[in-house]
T-cell receptor, first 111, second 119 residues
Framework: LAKTTQPISMDSYEGQEVNITCSHN???????ITWYQQFPSQGPRFIIQ???TKVTNEVASLFIPADRKSSTLSLPRVSLSDTAVYYC????????????FGPGTRLSVLP | ETGVTQTPRHLVMGMTNKKSLKCEQH?????MYWYKQSAKKPLELMFV???????ENNSVPSRFSPECPNSSHLFLHLHTLQPEDSALYLC??????????????????FGPGTRLTVL
């Protein structure tokens, strides 16, 4: 299983861009990189998924360098409602059994 | 709303009780999961069902018994639990598919969870 390492917590202010980096030095060839967001007492919510280079959707961008040993989730112009825990997972996209949730990054957005 | 519902949302039970958690997905997915999230701990994958067959069982104690009668429903039967089993129990579903690049994609959709307290 590819282990991931993320900062335990981050603080930001409203309107700023937030970048959360995840290290996954042992990522395998078939592994995808997936990010989830979780609010207190709720289930995680899928944000974005990628394999290499850059992926962008309506809520975030995911940057993956050529060696794929790390990835960066970029949240543009955060608001107070983006305060949550963000999880980086790597896995081979089977039926989820290789997706291991780490402690995540607790993002606090301040006014 | 993610299309995955869980009932009950809150449950308090004694160590000698028997109860069941229910999960239902309205997304047409073919895989369903049970996770446990204890306070200040990461999510732990408990069980995975694919096409109604259990494909993963992460050394979960036998006092937790899953059941998947069809692709839309998943149950977690609980009996003789311990106080340390108190946690948020999350259900998820997914449907693996091939992306335009030929890679297998798999996004899990989570329900709101059941907050379980064992006294």
């Amino acid at each position: 299983l590819a282990k991931t390492t993320q900062p335990i917590s981050m603080d930001s202010y409203e309107g700023q861009e937030v970048n959360i980096t995840c290290s996954h030095n042992n990522i395998a060839t078939n592994d995808y990189i997936t990010w989830y967001q979780q609010f207190p007492s709720q289930g995680p919510r899928f944000i974005i998924q990628g394999y290499k280079t850059k992926v962008t959707n309506e809520v975030a961008s995911l940057f993956i360098p050529a060696d794929r040993k790390s990835s960066t989730l970029s949240l543009p112009r955060v608001s107070l409602s983006d305060t949550a825990v963000y999880y980086c997972l790597v896995g081979d996209n089977g039926y989820g059994q290789n997706f291991v949730f780490g402690p995540g990054t607790r993002l606090s957005v301040l006014p | 709303e993610t299309g995955v519902t869980q009932t009950p949302r809150h449950l308090v039970m004694g160590m000698t009780n028997k109860k069941s958690l229910k999960c239902e997905q309205h997304l047409g997915h073919n895989a369903m999961y049970w996770y446990k999230q204890s306070a200040k701990k990461p999510l732990e994958l408990m069980f995975v069902y694919s096409l109604e067959e259990r494909v993963e069982n992460n050394s979960v104690p036998s006092r937790f018994s899953p059941e998947c009668p069809n692709s839309s429903h998943l149950f977690l039967h609980l009996h003789t639990l311990q106080p340390e089993d108190s946690a948020l129990y999350l259900c998820a579903s997914s449907q693996a598919y091939k992306s335009s690049g030929g890679h297998l994609r798999n996004e899990q959709f989570f329900g709101p969870g059941t907050r379980l307290t064992v006294l």
